[in-house]
């Protein structure tokens, strides 16, 4: 499976679940996380998308560590299972 397959997947899970999965790029700022996810209620999360068993690269850390610092949740999700659990977490529903 391709990291765009789990990405998409995410845009249409969190869609159905009633939130909005945002493309996040910041110009001049190379290793951002892929998505930045809303669910309601003020639940805010940044995601970066990998295909499965890959890991982030040594400036996509740093870019996590940055926004963990100021107390932002920020996820890896690898998986079709990873995003349905995600949903599950934060909107209350189990598929």
């Known amino acids: 499976m391709r990291e765009k397959d789990i990405e998409e997947y995410l845009r249409k899970e969190v ?28 639940k805010i999360f940044f995601v970066e998308l990998k295909a499965p068993g890959k890991k982030p690269r040594p400036l996509q850390l740093k870019q996590m560590r940055d926004l963990r610092s100021l107390s932002c949740e920020v996820l890896v999700i690898d998986s079709k299972h990873l995003v349905d659990e995600f949903i599950a977490r934060n909107c209350g529903q189990y598929y």
């Open 15 to 42: 869609k159905k679940a009633g939130g909005k999965a945002y493309k996040f790029e910041s110009p001049g700022n190379d290793g951002v996380p892929d998505r930045i996810v809303i669910f309601p209620g003020n």
